[in-house]
């Protein structure tokens, strides 16, 4: 029997982090739509073409693929394997189309998992990011400041941030994700699927035995 899981938090929350490291605990894979689309592009798989065609036309992958592509995923390397949703579904029709593709599958949702941190934090978080051109080293000037404003401590190079993390682009990007995200979270109660919400502000440690605690009750 397979454990599906789907993991939402907002930009800045350490989805990506917690994903990864809950999967590599539990033996899970990750399924991250945009991973999974490039590989079937990658491989020239049915699905990859018919992507393909759309990426080449600028149209966004419209969702019978995408869930095409998905469910290739479920039925092929993952058919052993639970996996952890990370990014997908972003929409409730995708998310009734995951539904009924798991339902197909005979694979249940373990659980819906939602990380939760104030956008005073995530707004820190994300606009305080800076890195370094030279080096690679990344900064935080709320939580991890370099020596000297501006300056990488490991080679002195000036450190900068990504057009994503200014102050108005990220309000934008929690704005979206809020707007996506609630009515899935509904939906999910609805259907009778846990959903458990996580405080996203403790240490990563700290979340990631939360997760894990509550995975194996
Ligand atoms: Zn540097």
Redesign the pocket.
């Given at each position: 029997m397979t454990r599906d899981l789907i993991l939402f938090g907002p930009p800045g929350a350490g989805k990506g982090t917690q994903g990864a490291l809950l999967a590599e605990r539990l033996g899970l894979l990750r399924l991250s739509t945009g991973d999974v689309l490039r590989d079937a592009v990658r491989r020239g798989t049915a699905m990859g073409r018919e992507a393909q065609r759309y990426m080449d036309a600028g149209d966004l992958v419209p969702d019978d693929v995408i869930i095409g592509i998905v469910r290739d995923y479920l039925a092929g390397e993952a058919a052993d394997t639970g996996v952890i949703f990370d990014g997908f579904p972003r929409t409730l029709p995708q998310a009734k189309r995951l539904d009924d593709l798991l339902e197909e599958l005979n694979r249940p949702l373990q659980a819906v998992l939602v990380l939760e941190v104030e956008s005073d934090v995530l707004i820190k978080r994300l606009s305080g990011r800076r890195s370094?051109a030279?080096?690679?080293?990344t900064y935080n000037v709320y939580f991890d400041p370099p020596r000297e404003e501006g300056l990488?401590?490991?080679?002195?190079?000036a450190l900068s941030q990504r057009a994503d993390d200014d102050p108005a682009t990220v309000q934008r990007r929690l704005a979206v994700y809020a707007e996506q995200t609630e009515p899935l979270i509904v939906h999910y109660r609805k259907s009778d699927t846990d959903v458990h919400h996580i405080d996203g502000e403790q240490s990563v440690d700290h979340v990631q035995r939360e997760l894990v605690e509550l995975l194996e009750e």
């Open positions: 370094c030279g080096c690679g080293a990488c401590d490991r080679c002195g190079a």
